[in-house]
């Protein structure tokens, strides 16, 4: 893993004069000692240049060079506006870590948790505590012994997966887990849309690691569905792939942080890193396509009159969505728009986007069809799009009912329209 370290980590390690803490000299340790690389960003280095204690700046300056410096600086748009010197800094670093320039931060700053939990990124900021936590049970060789069992599926008999609203996104938590003597399990971050994908992904991860599966190295491990021993749950994910499927996902495993009602268990916090994106998002989009596959229909129309007054009855019920959305949706409800993005010929590619916020005209959302025609974008990304542009809606209710998508109805009679499911 690539540890990012905050300023006020780096300058206790390098002052000679200050005590080192034991938790940070033992994170450093198992770090170096497991393979995990140090790095630091060049607004650290510009912030310790500002150090008014002469020797201890030149100090730290001097030793830097043990530690990775990372080797690009994106410019930060989250600083746009921002005068104080410490909250661009802030800024900079914080947006390193969406790029997943690191896997996490180490920072005691509690202003930077604080901008972190705004920004979505939490669960990717660590204290010297918790981060050496996480190491020590990373690498911790400690061994079980487990008692006789019936060898019965964990799905009967752990089976609360609990879901819900976290800000934009979804949290999924696993409840029960630790009578099995293992660690609860979370996703975080993801759509309702994925919910379905990503509480099989959690229940099949428990199974195998119910059934002994063991992490090949610092966490990373590979989830393959033919892999698992029992053959009826085997059996029903086989089943349940489309042909492009392959079973298998590369998870990255990191230490979950516990929110209030949380199980009183250790948790592990499932992560995608090993999958391209810009972000978390087309990260989780990617695996979720590469694991259980992907369908997709590529047609090319010309909107008639029937099309065109079908979308004009979707149009007439934005503002009652808008509504809706800004009273908030039950848990599993959620709402996705058909909007055009424009293709280098010219003409445009009609795509679904899952609603995560809808300020007035301005919808933000999540890019649900692999784009077939438009460079530089791809399935899971976030997106805007206007709301006079919108084509057609689908509203979907935590029971499965459906509302809207009245022009697909026409499509599909026609020479159809780009979609894929998942």
Same mark, same amino acid.
């Given at each position: 893993m690539r540890f990012l370290l905050d300023t006020n980590i780096l300058i206790p390690l390098e002052d000679s004069k200050r005590p080192l803490l034991p938790s940070l000299a033992n994170f450093v340790r198992l770090a170096n000692a497991n393979g995990h690389t140090l790095i630091y960003h060049p607004a650290s280095e510009d912030d310790i240049r500002q150090d008014v204690d =002469?020797?201890?700046? %030149?100090?730290?300056?001097?030793?830097?060079?043990?530690y990775?410096? +990372?080797?690009?600086?994106?410019?930060?748009?989250?600083?746009?506006?921002?005068?104080?010197?410490?909250?661009?800094?802030?800024?900079?670093?914080?947006?390193?870590?969406h790029l997943n320039a690191a896997h996490a931060l180490v920072t005691e700053d509690q202003g930077i948790h604080s901008k972190a939990k705004a920004r979505g990124l939490v669960h990717r900021v660590y204290t010297i505590q918790t981060a050496e936590d996480l190491l020590q049970r990373l690498h911790a060789r400690v061994p079980v012994q487990l008692p006789n069992i019936e060898d019965v599926p964990l799905y009967s008999l752990t089976p609360h997966l609990h879901a819900y609203n976290d800000g934009e996104y979804v949290r999924a938590i696993s409840l029960g887990m630790a009578k099995f003597g293992l660690?609860? =399990?979370?996703?975080? %971050?993801?759509?309702?849309?994925?919910?379905?994908?990503?509480?099989? +992904?959690?229940?099949?991860?428990?199974?195998?690691?119910?059934?002994?599966?063991?992490?090949?190295?610092?966490?990373?491990?590979?989830?393959?569905?033919?892999?698992?021993?029992?053959r009826a749950v085997r059996d029903d994910y086989v089943k349940s792939l489309k042909p492009n499927g392959t079973a298998v996902a590369h998870l990255t495993l990191m230490q979950g942080l516990p929110e209030e009602g949380d199980p009183q268990n250790r948790l592990i916090e499932i992560a995608f890193e090993k999958y391209p994106g810009v972000?978390?998002?087309?990260?989780?989009?990617?695996?979720?396509?590469?694991?259980?596959?992907?369908?997709?229909?590529?047609?090319?129309?010309?909107h008639n009159e029937a099309l065109n007054a079908a979308s004009k009855r979707a149009k007439a019920r934005l503002p009652a969505l808008r509504k809706a959305f800004a009273n908030g949706l039950a848990p599993g409800e959620y709402i996705q728009v058909k909007a055009p993005f424009d293709t280098p010929d010219n003409s445009k590619e009609w795509m679904w986007v899952e609603i995560t916020e809808w300020n007035g005209a301005r919808i933000k959302g999540l890019l649900k069809n692999?784009?077939?025609?438009?460079?530089?974008?791809?399935?899971?990304?976030?997106?805007?799009?206007?709301?006079?542009?919108?084509?057609?809606y689908i509203r979907h209710y935590p029971n499965g009912k459906e509302e809207g998508n009245e022009t697909s109805t026409i499509i599909f009679k026609m020479q159809g329209s780009v979609e894929r499911q998942e």
């Open positions: =002469v020797d201890r700046r %030149n100090q730290t300056l001097a030793r830097l060079g043990q990775t410096p +990372l080797d690009v600086r994106p410019a930060c748009p989250w600083s746009a506006g921002v005068v104080n010197r410490n909250d661009a800094a802030d800024n900079e670093i914080l947006y390193a870590l660690p609860d =399990v979370v996703i975080e %971050n993801f759509s309702w849309s994925l919910n379905r994908n990503m509480g099989h +992904l959690i229940n099949a991860f428990g199974q195998s690691m119910a059934e002994g599966r063991q992490i090949a190295s610092a966490g990373e491990y590979e989830l393959n569905f033919r892999a698992i021993k029992d972000d978390v998002h087309a990260q989780q989009d990617a695996m979720i396509s590469s694991l259980f596959g992907w369908e997709e229909t590529i047609k090319r129309i010309r692999e784009p077939v025609a438009t460079p530089g974008l791809h399935g899971g990304q976030i997106v805007q799009v206007r709301e006079k542009d919108v084509f057609d």
